[in-house]
């Protein structure tokens, strides 16, 4: 048992090493916590609480509960593939500085039934304590609190998905007390970290006009929502250290960076998208006749290319059939026979697909990047881009008016 205790904290040590090591080189990272409940006060709420109210109750909640577990998703971009790499770990959490503490029977059942392992937490949670604040290193044998170190040393841009209770969490397990007051808690927070983004609070502003999304703000809802609609590179490394039941620490800070890019990245598109409308349509009010004409000329063109199409059809014996009678076939075939990527104006292409290549194989039509539509191309975006600024450390509320907070301005 002895040899079986070393392993494991060696284990332990090791597993803390590499999360510090991907820390250090990440350009985001990606926060989920669990808890042993959330409010001492588990009565519905009939109506929405102001931000201040609904913080004084998280506030006074906090402390009594325990973290239970920590998922971290450490996002790297790699330039020569044009990918954005995850890398996930998940660390139950033993405090070293308080033994008593509150549960809430129902967060158990929950966590249990989405596979949260209550003897592997009493058996081999990873210690931690609050960081010094004013020491600029720590050490000792890695723990828990190294991380948080890590984080706080590293400086990197942190998300969350309605994420206030990770905030709280985070400081009052790892800082100090929280502030009873919501803007001093702002003011503490992005003193150690100077960049928060929360998925739900991106969602919440872009649900219906960018996303087109009518349904729930769940983190699984959104993924599920948003993978069509972005040709973005994301790639899970290492897809052995990110467990994979729902609701695990490291599961859902995983999907929470999934989420997160996906957002930013559809979000500044569409923007590029409606910048473009706007000037071709002070270009046609301005000139209305050149308008015109550059339509009469694409027409020509069209028509042109057309009738190209069917010429080469009919030399190589392909049965080709006219537009009006459904022909969008025939001309896939004509185009593949002869090589070329030209404009299909089919229903197809209307749906967002066409037909690259002579394999005839489908692909998004905004994988083919241009200068006016390049969407979030590095991590240098996220503090510089407006788009992204417009979500600088503000965290989405639940059930309170406004339904948000903001923790300060954004970054530089």
């Not at 239970?68 to 660390?91: M, S």
Request: hydrophobic share 35%; net charge negative.
């Amino acid at each position: 048992q002895e040899l079986q205790g070393q392993g494991a904290m060696a284990d332990q040590r090791a597993a803390v090493s590499r999360c510090i090591s991907d820390i250090e080189v990440a350009d985001l990272v990606a926060l989920d916590l669990e808890f042993s409940g959330l409010f001492l006060d588990t009565k519905l709420q009939r109506s929405a609480l102001t931000f201040e109210d609904y913080f004084a109750k998280c506030a006074e909640s906090v402390p009594k509960f325990l973290a239970l577990q920590l998922g971290l998703c450490c996002v790297q971009f790699r330039r020569d593939t044009a990918t954005w790499e995850l890398r996930t770990h998940q660390f139950d959490l033993w405090p070293q500085e308080q033994r008593i503490f509150t549960v809430d029977l129902q967060s158990l059942r929950f966590l249990r039934a989405h596979g949260f392992d209550f003897n592997v937490f009493l058996e081999k949670a990873c210690p931690y304590k609050r960081m010094k604040l004013d020491a600029k290193s720590s050490t000792g044998s890695p723990t828990a609190t190294h991380i948080l170190a890590a984080l706080r040393k590293a400086q990197v841009p942190l998300v969350v998905h309605n994420g206030l209770f990770d905030l709280l969490h985070l400081y009052d397990k790892f800082i100090a007390d929280v502030p009873q007051d919501i803007q001093d808690f702002g003011k503490a927070w992005l003193e150690q970290f100077p960049l928060t983004f929360d998925t739900r609070f991106v969602a919440q502003e872009g649900r219906l006009q960018v996303f087109k999304h009518l349904g729930g703000l769940t983190l699984d809802a959104l993924r599920s929502q948003l993978r069509g609609q972005s040709n973005l590179k994301v790639q899970r490394c290492d897809e052995s250290t990110a467990p994979g039941s729902t609701h695990s620490g490291g599961y859902d800070a995983t999907v929470t960076a999934e989420v997160f890019l996906l957002e930013l990245d559809i979000w500044i598109r569409f923007q590029q998208r409606k910048k473009q409308e706007r000037q071709e349509k002070q270009a046609a009010a301005e000139n209305p006749q050149n308008a015109e004409n550059a339509k009469t000329l694409e027409d020509g063109e069209n028509a042109t290319q057309k009738a190209k199409n069917v010429e080469k059809a009919e030399n190589e014996g392909n049965e080709v059939v006219s537009q009006e009678s459904g022909g969008e076939n025939g001309q896939k075939e004509a185009k593949q026979n002869s090589g070329e990527t030209q404009e299909n104006h089919s229903i197809e292409e209307e749906e967002g697909w066409s037909v690259v290549g002579q394999r005839g194989r489908k692909r998004k039509r905004g994988a083919e990047e241009t200068p006016e539509e390049k969407g979030l191309t590095c991590p240098s975006l996220l503090e510089s881009h407006k788009i992204c600024r417009r979500f600088h450390n503000k965290i989405a509320l639940v059930n309170t008016s406004p339904a948000f907070f903001v923790m300060g301005p954004p970054k530089g």
